[in-house]
C-alpha cells in the first residue's frame, strides 16, 4: 500500500473516530433527569425520576458535519480572500445561523405540532402516559446544541487553519529550496561582472572611435542592462520606471537583429510623473518579451509585436501581443528560455493570489495578459 493510501486511510480513521465522540457526547448533553410529583393510578402522590432522551441526535449530527465540511471545503476558502476581517466573520456567521436554523426546523418538524418534548412514564405508571417536561427543557437543548454547533465550527477553523500553515509551510520550503537552487546555477555561470563591465567599456570606446555610432549605443544598452540584471534587480521591488527602460533596451537591441521592414515594435506605457510611486517585483515581464521575439519574428516575414503596459484602479496591467512563428522550424536551434510554468511559479511567489494570468493563441497571434493587484 502506497503512503498516499494510508494518509488518506489513517485520515479517514480519524474523521471516523472524531464523529463517533461527537454523537456520544450529543447524546450524553441532551439526556436529562428530572425529579418530578405526580399523581399515581389510586390518587396518590409519588415522586419519580423522568429520564428525558433526545431522539433526534442523528439529524443534529448530520447538520454538524455539513457545518463543518462545508467551511473546511468550501466557505473558508472563499471568504479568506476577503479584504475584511468583519466580513469574513460577518459571512461564517450568516452560514452558521442559516444551517442552525434548517436544524431546528427540521427538528420540530420531525416532532409535529406540540410534541416537542415528551417523557415516557417511569414503571408502575399508568401504560400511555406521558410526562411534561420542565418548562425550560426545550430552550435548555436549544442551548446545549447551540454549544456542539460552535465546539464544531471552532474544530473546523482550527483544522482548516492548521492544514493552510501546513501547506504554506511545505510551500515555502519548496520556494527557498528553488531559489537557491536557482543562484547556485547562477553562481556556477556567472561570468565576473567586473570584467565584463570594463571589456564592454572597452568596446563603447572602440566603436566611438571607429566612428560607429549604432554599435557604441547598442554596447552601452547592453551594458546598463547587464548592470540592471546583475546589481539593481537584486532586491524585493523596483520602480516600474526601471523596468520599462530595461524593457526599452532589450527591444532596442533585438531589433538590431532583424531589418526594420520586418519587425514594428509598439510599446505604449504610462509617462514617469504618472507612475513615480508604482513598485514592482523585477523581472517580471521580459520572459514575455523574450518569448515575443523568440516566436513572434520570422526573417523574410513581416511581424509586430505590441506592449501595454497600464495602472488602473490599484492594478498594473500588461498585455504582450505578436506573430505565432512556432511552428516554424528554426535554421539553429535556440536555447530555450524561462517556461510560462516558471513563470507562474515567480509570480505565485511574490504575488501569492494578487494577481491573474491568461494567454491565448488563435488566427495566428499569441496573447498574454497580466495583471497585478498593487495594494
Known amino acids: 500500500m502506497g503512503r498516499s493510501r494510508i494518509r488518506y486511510l489513517i485520515k479517514v480513521i480519524i474523521h471516523v473516530l472524531f464523529w463517533a465522540g461527537v454523537y456520544y457526547v450529543l447524546k450524553a448533553l441532551t439526556s436529562t ?10 390518587k396518590g402522590m409519588q415522586t419519580v425520576n423522568a429520564s428525558l432522551q433526545f431522539r433526534y441526535s442523528r439529524v443534529v449530527l448530520g447538520f454538524l458535519m455539513l457545518l463543518f465540511y462545508s467551511n473546511s471545503l468550501w466557505l473558508f476558502k472563499k471568504v479568506i480572500r476577503f479584504k475584511t476581517s468583519f466580513t469574513r466573520v460577518a459571512v461564517i456567521a450568516g452560514w452558521f445561523i442559516l444551517l442552525f436554523t434548517i436544524n431546528d426546523l427540521v427538528i420540530r418538524l420531525l416532532m409535529g405540532p406540540g410534541q416537542e418534548l415528551r417523557i415516557p412514564a417511569p414503571p408502575g405508571i399508568r401504560p400511555g402516559f406521558a410526562l411534561p417536561p420542565p418548562a425550560d427543557s426545550w430552550l435548555h437543548l436549544q442551548f446545549v446544541i447551540a454549544l456542539v454547533f460552535l ?12 492544514k493552510e500553515w501546513i501547506r504554506n509551510d511545505l510551500k515555502r520550503s519548496r520556494a527557498e529550496a528553488q531559489q537557491l537552487s536557482i543562484e547556485i546555477r547562477f553562481l556556477r555561470s556567472q561570468v565576473n561582472p567586473h570584467f565584463l563591465f570594463n571589456t564592454l567599456n572597452n568596446l563603447f570606446s572602440m566603436a566611438q ?5 549604432e554599435l557604441a549605443d547598442g554596447i552601452s544598452k547592453l551594458s546598463g542592462m547587464m548592470r540592471y540584471m546583475i546589481y539593481e534587480s537584486d532586491t524585493g521591488k523596483v520602480p ?3 523596468e520599462i527602460d530595461y524593457l526599452k533596451d532589450y527591444i532596442a537591441l533585438n531589433k538590431l537583429r532583424y531589418a526594420d521592414s520586418e519587425v514594428a515594435v509598439t510599446f505604449n506605457h504610462p509617462g514617469a510623473e504618472v507612475i513615480a510611486e508604482v513598485q514592482i517585483a523585477p523581472m517580471l515581464f521580459i520572459p514575455f518579451v523574450e518569448n515575443a521575439f523568440k516566436h513572434g519574428v520570422s526573417i523574410g516575414q513581416r511581424s509586430g509585436i505590441v506592449l501595454v503596459i497600464g495602472i488602473a484602479s490599484g492594478k498594473l496591467i500588461f498585455r504582450c501581443e505578436n506573430a505565432d512563428y512556432s511552428a516554424i522550424r ?9 517556461g510560462l510554468a516558471n513563470v507562474k511559479r515567480h509570480l505565485e511567489l511574490v504575488y501569492p493570489g494578487a494577481y491573474e494570468l491568461h494567454t491565448l493563441c488563435e488566427n495566428g497571434k499569441y496573447c498574454v495578459h497580466l495583471q497585478i493587484d498593487l495594494a
Request: hydrophobic share 45%; no cysteine; charged share 30%.
Open 209 to 213: 572611435r571607429k566612428g560607429n555610432d
Open 240 to 242: 516600474l520606471q526601471k
Open 151 to 162: 465546539a464544531v465550527l471552532a474544530v473546523a477553523v482550527a483544522e482548516f487553519f492548521i
Open 33 to 42: 433527569s428530572y425529579n418530578m410529583v405526580i399523581k399515581t393510578v389510586d
Open 330 to 338: 528554426k535554421p539553429v536551434e535556440e536555447k530555450p528560455g524561462i
